[in-house]
């Protein structure tokens, strides 16, 4: 079973609308990310958050908010989705001190 | 702020050769931790490796080595006799250990393909 699960893995939805990406991790890490990747650009942090009460901004929030609902879950918020916020998204969770990431599949969203 | 460099989009080589994929990066951090993670067409994202930035020896994991030089801010990573199956988007990545900066910045990815 995977450590890090996200849905939907595809979706294609229209400008305006608000889209919801969600995450769930079974391995009890306290730290989970949301990052995005474009091409030619990498992946660029949107948000994280380290505990269930702790949400930090990261280089691309704007568009964007996120709720740790529990210590497993991180959901991924586009109050009003547009073209450019199309792009392949992932969400990771990282035992603190460890350093290493444990991504999900990915979820790629499409904004017509 | 921290930055990571990978200054080549996209290498080809033919199969069995060996390969380079350089990584430079910049931070302020005196204790920091350098990752190479692997995205192979399928699109999962799969760690590599991890070094402490205290720890400059060269690591070898069969036909994958690392050499991380702190005088240069480089951290290389090579494959030896390279195989299809190695052709993928590798990403180098960077976090500060110091409290408040230990997120991960990644490069913009070095896609390699290897030719059969």
């Known amino acids: 079973d995977a450590d890090v699960t996200q849905t939907p893995r595809n979706r294609i939805t229209k400008t305006g609308k608000r889209i919801m990406l969600e995450c769930s991790q079974t391995k009890g890490h306290d730290r989970m990310y949301w990052y995005r990747q474009d091409p030619g650009l990498g992946l660029r942090l949107i948000y994280y958050s380290f505990d269930v009460k702790d949400i930090n901004k990261g280089e691309i929030s704007d568009g964007y908010s996120v709720s740790r609902q529990a210590q497993a879950k991180f959901s991924l918020s586009l109050e009003s989705a547009i073209p450019n916020q199309t792009a392949l998204y992932f969400c990771?969770?990282?035992?603190?001190?460890?350093?290493?990431?444990?991504f999900g599949e990915g979820s790629r969203l499409t904004v017509l | 702020a921290q930055k990571v460099t990978q200054a080549q989009t996209e290498i080809s080589v033919v199969e069995k050769e060996d390969v380079t994929l350089d990584c430079v990066y910049e931070t302020r951090d005196t204790t920091y931790y350098l990752f190479w993670y692997k995205q192979p067409p399928s699109g999962e994202l799969v760690f590599l490796i991890r070094?402490?930035?205290?720890?400059?020896q060269n690591e070898i994991s069969g036909r994958y080595s690392w050499n991380f030089q702190k005088s240069t801010s480089s951290f290389n990573f090579t494959i030896t006799a390279s195989q299809v199956v190695d052709s993928a988007v590798y990403f180098c990545a960077l976090s500060g250990a110091n409290f408040g900066n230990e997120k991960l910045t990644f490069g913009t990815g070095t896609r390699l393909t290897i030719i059969p």
């Open positions: 990771a969770a990282e035992h603190s001190g460890t350093g290493e990431l444990f």
């Open positions: 070094r402490n930035s205290f720890d400059e």
